[in-house]
């Protein structure tokens, strides 16, 4: 599809640095709502922007995108969204999108793309390459919150604890110590610097994460 001049403008203002992080919002074939974050990169290609996205197989996403090939893409910098959108989806706030099914995320989201997948299969690595393309872009009323680098802690500590998650079945007791040990070193920032909510968010996923560990009760890492 070819966007305006305009929106496509918008896309590259917005998303220029390489890969951004995103919230992406699908529905299944009974139109149930699945939120999930995910890297996200542009191609541009002139007249038109395509975006990749790249989900895990057995993931909701991936699952959703091949009954109903549409999704939202949500940009902000709010860490707590992030945070929300993996563990307390109940509470994040879901509008009508314009023109495909799946709905956006209402509140404190920079940008919002509506896409439609033109391509979907799997790439060497196992994982899902989902190829969509950008029908409508528009700026919501915006994350609103300075640059923060402890808030940028708290999302690459979510982007660890999420990865640990999904493969900690297929990983060794010391791969999963690495991931932790990670963890803990990422979410060190924020627990000297963050404000509390900050503070809680990590203690969430340092909990969470020690608990995939193969430690015992003794060998418990102590904060
Ligand atoms: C900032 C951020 C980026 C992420 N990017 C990806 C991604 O590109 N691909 C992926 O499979 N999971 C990614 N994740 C993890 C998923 O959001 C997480 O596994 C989620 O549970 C997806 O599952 P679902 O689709 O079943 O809800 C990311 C997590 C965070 C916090």
Redesign the pocket.
């Given at each position: 599809m070819t966007l305006s001049v305009g929106l496509r403008d918008l896309v590259r203002k917005y998303l220029r640095y390489g890969l951004h992080?995103?919230?992406?919002v699908?529905v299944d074939g009974f139109g149930r709502v699945?939120?999930?974050?995910?890297?996200?990169e542009v191609l541009d290609r002139g007249s038109n922007v395509d975006v990749i996205?790249?989900?895990?197989p057995?993931?909701?996403?991936?699952?959703?995108l091949r009954q109903v090939p549409e999704f939202t893409l949500n940009f902000t910098h709010n860490p707590i969204l992030?945070?929300n959108?993996?563990f307390h989806?109940q509470s994040l706030t879901l509008l009508p999108s314009h023109y495909v099914r799946p709905p956006r995320l209402g509140n404190g989201v920079d940008l919002v793309l509506e896409c439609e997948v033109k391509a979907q299969y799997r790439d060497v690595k196992g994982?899902?390459l989902v190829i969509g393309s950008v029908n409508d872009a528009y700026e919501c009323e915006g994350s609103k919150v300075a640059y923060s680098r402890g808030a940028s802690a708290v999302?690459?500590a979510?982007?660890y604890?999420?990865?640990l998650?999904?493969l900690a079945t297929s990983m060794s007791c010391e791969e999963r110590m690495k991931y932790f040990r990670r963890i803990s070193e990422v979410c060190s920032l924020p627990m000297r610097i963050g404000s509390k909510e900050l503070r809680h968010v990590c203690s969430v996923v340092l909990k969470l994460a020690e608990s995939l560990t193969c430690l015992d009760t003794q060998d418990k890492v102590v904060e």
């Open positions: 992080e995103g919230i992406c699908t699945n939120v999930a974050p995910m890297g996200v996205i790249r989900p895990y057995e993931t909701r996403t991936s699952m959703n992030f945070f959108s993996l989806k994982r899902d999302i690459e979510l982007v604890l999420t990865k998650v999904a």
